[in-house]
């Protein structure tokens, strides 16, 4: 299970990421790391000609204060403060995804994954919506459908490295597809260059397919389950369940 801070930092990721995507048109899914640091203030960028609009003043102001309100963790004040801006800007996703990841951290399942969907809708093109579907959706044993938002994320962006990570958690605990699991998490290697706790899930299953014997590589039950760190801090903190739970 993610812990308190690791949500904490992806709510405040995905709402600074908010403002560079809408202003200067790239997705979040360009990059396998979404710093806060790398966002611009959208009042000072130049939204190409058939890019998305730049994010209006007023629109970042409330955006910071649904982001101080979420890391306060006045959920029901965040909760309005994003459902209004996914409102009055429907041309933006955005909100739509951050109230999906607070209604998850809410453990509100259901809620989630129709603020996910809905933030698809939106733009079909949104790697981190339907990754976040994919996630919402394994822990509430939804596997297929889990498997299939995640490809579409990757259909999305083939770059977006969160979603290999996340469907190799998939495939190899919940699907029991070893193969197809250690292909993705050797795609979230070479595209994030992390090396743990993935290089250790990497041994792990290729010394179940009997590809190569590992040295010293722990498995997740002497990890306990949990897989370590993020990639960065603005990434999500996908651990590796102990088999059987969401």
């Not at 509430?140 to 889990?146: C, K």
């Not at 090396?195 to 722990?218: C, N, Y």
Request: include cysteine; hydrophobic fraction near 40%; charge should be positive.
């Amino acid at each position: 299970m993610w812990s308190r801070r690791s949500i904490e930092l992806l709510l405040v990721s995905a709402l600074f990421a908010a403002l560079t995507a809408c202003a200067v048109g790239p997705r979040r899914g360009a990059q396998h790391a979404r710093p806060a640091s790398a966002a611009t203030h959208p009042a000072t960028s130049q939204a190409a000609p058939t890019g998305p609009p730049p994010v209006p003043v007023r629109a970042e102001e409330e955006f910071h204060r649904a982001l101080a309100l979420a890391a306060a963790r006045n959920d029901a004040a965040a909760e309005a403060q994003l459902t209004t801006l996914a409102r009055r800007y429907p041309r933006f996703h955005t909100p739509l995804v951050d109230l999906g990841m607070l209604y998850r951290r809410d453990g509100k399942l259901g809620a989630a994954a129709a603020a996910f969907r809905q933030a698809a809708a939106r733009d079909p093109k949104s790697a981190l919506a339907w990754t976040e579907l994919g996630v919402t959706q394994r822990l509430g044993g939804e596997f297929q459908d889990a498997q299939r938002s995640y490809a579409r994320a990757i259909a999305a962006n083939p770059a977006y490295a969160p979603a290999y990570r996340d469907r190799g958690v998939l495939r190899d605990l919940y699907l029991d597809q070893p193969a197809a699991a250690l292909a993705d998490f050797e795609r979230y290697r070479k595209l994030t260059g992390e090396d743990k706790p993935v290089a250790m899930w990497i041994a792990e299953l290729e010394h179940r397919s009997g590809s190569r014997q590992p040295s010293g590589a722990a498995t997740p039950a002497a990890t306990g389950g949990n897989g370590g760190p993020a990639a960065s801090p603005a990434a999500p903190a996908v651990s590796r369940p102990q088999q059987g739970k969401n």
